[in-house]
């Protein structure tokens, strides 16, 4: 199975993490999320090609080494948008292939978790809510159809009502996405990958 990651520009992701680290570091924080996120994703073995979409042209020698492909956003292309141009690009060899979309904001995501909610899926249209219940961190078409995104606030719902399954199982790592700095503390107590850990004080960031 294939997945698509969106990234938007460093310099403009995460604006609610802003005064976590400083402000002239923020761009690396945007970029370590991603890099944890995507080490853990490809480390999978049911994971076949990973998918960067970014409006960063820059962005593969940022991810060097993490054995992802790179694709640049069209323009004026929203989130949703993104997504169905990666999935579109991704089909192209894989007609009939499994196409998911996962948020770049994972820095504690273990691989098994991952792996069990690709199990789980068992060739069904699945979401993965967040731990708040309401956005998406994870969003599988079922085989050869389409992908069908509706990310955004309150995403979780939207997808539901869209057709897809809620994946019920702990899967703590993968509900565990990070928009705040109450959600990048309850990250680093289940641990943070190494990008992302680097980059705050210690006592803060226990790492994996």
Not at 173 to 185: H, I, M, N
């Amino acid at each position: 199975m294939d997945l698509v990651v969106p990234l938007k520009h460093p310099r403009e992701g995460k604006s609610r993490l802003r005064g976590t680290v400083a402000a002239d570091r923020h761009a690396e924080l945007v970029v370590a999320l991603a890099q944890d996120t995507l080490a853990a994703v490809t480390s999978v073995t049911r994971v076949r090609r990973v998918l960067v979409v970014t409006a960063e042209p820059d962005a593969l020698s940022l991810l060097a080494g993490l054995g992802v492909e790179l694709s640049v956003e069209p323009t004026g292309a929203g989130l949703n948008e993104a997504l169905r141009h990666g999935a579109r690009l991704l089909r192209a060899d894989a007609p009939r292939g499994v196409v998911g979309a996962l948020q770049a904001d994972l820095p504690a995501l273990r691989a098994g978790d991952l792996a069990r909610a690709l199990a789980e899926a068992e060739g069904r249209r699945v979401v993965v809510a967040d731990r708040h219940g309401t956005g998406s961190t994870l969003l599988l078409a079922a085989p050869g159809t389409p992908l069908d995104p509706h990310f955004g606030p309150g995403s979780a719902a939207r997808h539901i009502e869209s057709g897809a399954v809620p994946l019920t199982g702990a899967l703590a790592s993968l509900r565990s996405d990070v928009d705040t700095a109450e959600d990048l503390r309850h990250a680093a107590e289940l641990g943070l990958g190494k990008h992302t850990a680097a980059l705050l004080p210690a006592q803060a960031a226990p790492s994996r």
